[in-house]
Every structure is written in C-alpha cells, then in structure tokens.
C-alpha cells in the first residue's frame, strides 16, 4: 500500500467528428433460439452539419464467439427501406469487406457526407447469439484519418425498430447449456485408411461465458470409461467438435462395438435451474 504509480500527465488528441452525431439500432433485436444463426440489420442515422468530413468505413465488432458474415450494404432515405423497395439500387459505389476476424466486419465504401442525402446506412449480416446477451458495437470513420473511430450510439435510428439498441437478447426459453449435438459418422472404423478412420462429436454450447473447457467422455456398454476428451477455450460458449481416434485413454485401439459418450461443459450449474447440462450420444466402431 506504500508504493504507487505517480500519474504526471495526460495527453488528449482530439480529431473533428466524421458528423455531429451516429444513432445505431439493431432490427431485430431480440433473439428467440439461441446457437441458431440468423439474419440481422444494422441501421445507423448519422446526423450531418456542413462542415463535417463524413465516414467511408464502418466496422462492427461482437463478442469473441460470435461469428459475423457480412450479407449486404445500402444507403438511402429512410423511405427507401420499406417493404418491398429494390435494394440493389441502394448499394453504395465501391463496397469492399475487409478482411478480418471472425467476430468483426470491417466494410469500405464510397464517402458518405451531408451533402449526399443519406438518412441511413444499412448493414447486413449474418451471426447467431450464443448467451442470453450481447453488445455490438459499431464504429465509422474517414479512411486516413489516424484513430478516429467515432461510436455508434444506441437509439432510435428507424421506426421500423422496436428496441432503440444494438444489444442482441436471447429469448430465456429452456435453460440448456448443450444444443445440436451429433455424431459424426455415427460409425466409424479407425482401420488407418484414411476413410472415416475419426468420429467427431459435434454440439453447440450455450449460455456458458466463462472458460469452462467441454468434455466428452466415451463409456463401453459396461459402463467403463473408455476415453476422455477435453477441449478448453477462452471463451466457452459456440460451436465445438471434439474427434475421437478410436483408441482408449491408454492409447489403444478399442475393439469394435457400441459406445456411449456423454457431452457436455464442466461448469458449476448447481441452483441454476439448468434442464439440459449434457447430452449423451451413442457412437458404433466397426472394423
């Protein structure tokens, strides 16, 4: 407690808004099944004043186990978006995405200022909400200009919205932690061909924020453990495949028959209420 950093300065820069302010909305906003992908549209209303540059970027940033896959990019009058207009028409000159990671869209376009009569920009794009929320947060800038991403706010962007956010919310449902879990193929024969010589197991883990590293443990049709599979992240929550060899915890291939393996996150779910925590599967090894 006797030692401590000494705060001598700060150094602010300061950089002229790409507009006077951005209001970003999220349609739809509320999620009814989570793990599920489906599609989303951004809109943002920039509100303009003469001297302003106006912004040519926009990108959006999720949660780390989000996916977000870029559908489409319009610009119009607020009228234009109505059911049943020609979106083509309102494509911007220039769309260009970015590369970049999976829970981020990075998208160029032709400059857009308050000379241009641009009420809304409208993104697509497609992602699936693994939690019961989550934040997106979109930023637009001016290409060139040195870290000047200014923030979308949430809002009232269109009155085709009902949230006035650009939060996701998950319909609270049935409270899984364990979605979509398969085997695949559901026999396999670990001869070393090279034709389905693994078996994965696939499922979707949900509602789990933390680290919490998904199992599965396959079992003989006696009950013993035959092998133990762990996969850990940083963040728990999304699709996973763990893939099995066929050969049990000593490393030795097992002989052929039916097994059951149980899938599932190992997390504290105690109090919870949780109804679904792990899903068992059966799996056949032939030779």
């Known amino acids: 407690p006797n030692v401590a950093a000494t705060l001598r300065s700060i150094r602010l820069n300061f950089v002229d808004p790409v507009a006077q302010g951005l209001v970003g909305e999220l349609v739809p906003f509320q999620v009814d099944s989570l793990g599920v992908e489906r599609p989303f549209s951004l809109y943002i209303r920039p509100d303009f004043v003469r001297n302003d540059s106006g912004f040519d970027e926009l990108l959006l940033v999720a949660p780390s186990d989000m996916s977000l896959d870029f559908t489409g990019l319009f610009a119009g009058a607020e009228a234009d978006f109505v059911a049943g207009s020609d979106l083509e028409a309102l494509v911007p000159e220039g769309v260009d995405v970015a590369a970049s990671g999976g829970d981020s869209l990075r998208v160029a376009f032709a400059p857009i200022g308050p000379n241009d009569n641009i009420d809304l920009l409208r993104l697509d794009f497609r992602t699936a909400l693994f939690s019961t929320g989550a934040v997106l947060k979109p930023l637009l800038q001016q290409r060139g200009a040195t870290n000047a991403w200014q923030r979308v706010d949430a809002g009232n962007a269109v009155s085709l919205g009902e949230g006035n956010t650009t939060t996701l919310v998950g319909a609270v449902g049935r409270k899984e932690l364990i979605r979509h879990a398969e085997v695949v193929p559901r026999v396999f024969s670990p ?89 068992l599967r059966a799996v056949s090894v032939a030779y």
């Open 191 to 279: 001869n070393g061909d090279g034709v389905n010589d693994e078996a994965a197991f696939e499922f979707t883990v949900i509602r789990v924020s933390d680290s919490s590293p998904a199992e599965v443990t396959v079992y003989d049709l006696s009950g013993r453990r035959v092998r133990h599979l762990v996969e850990q992240r940083a963040v728990s929550t999304g699709p996973r495949s763990l893939r099995w060899d066929g050969r049990d915890d000593a490393g030795q291939l097992v002989a052929p028959g039916v097994y059951y393996a149980r899938l599932r996150v190992a997390t504290e779910t105690s109090g919870a209420g949780i109804e679904s925590a792990e899903a």
